[in-house]
């Protein structure tokens, strides 16, 4: 079993940055594939970013490209959503999970964190 703990959320102005972890315990991550995820109040849950088990390749929803970067720490087992330019919209509860298959992915999750909510001001 993978346990994920997500960590720094908060409430930013537009425009500002946050950078959120994920640390795993349990086993290590480091052939899994990992991704975020986040939901907004009265909407589904949505793909945010993947990134494969060794962090050479990543992939974004077209709503975050440029402003969030996926990436990992293997041999701290913790992954991280550096969120820039932030907008509104962004507001959400953010997740991280990991699949246990290497490879990047917008579905098929295996293990979920409890997630850590981000608010954006305008």
């Known amino acids: 079993q993978v346990q994920l703990v997500e960590s720094g959320g908060g409430s930013v102005q537009a425009g500002g940055s946050l950078r959120l972890s994920c640390a795993a315990s349990?086993?290590?991550?480091?052939?899994?594939?990992m991704g975020w995820f986040r939901q907004a109040p009265g909407k589904e849950r949505e793909f945010v970013a993947t990134i494969n088990w060794s962090g050479v390749t990543t992939y974004y929803t077209h709503s975050v490209k440029g402003r969030f970067t996926i990436s990992r720490d293997n041999a701290k087992n913790t992954v991280y959503l550096q969120m820039d330019s932030l907008k509104p919209e962004d507001t959400a509860v953010y997740y991280c999970?990991?699949?246990?298959?290497?490879?990047?992915?917008?579905?098929?999750?295996?293990?979920w964190g409890q997630g850590t909510q981000v608010t954006v001001s305008s």
């Open positions: 349990g086993r290590t991550i480091s052939t899994y594939g």
């Open positions: 999970a990991a699949r246990i298959t290497g490879g990047i992915a917008t579905t098929a999750y295996d293990y």
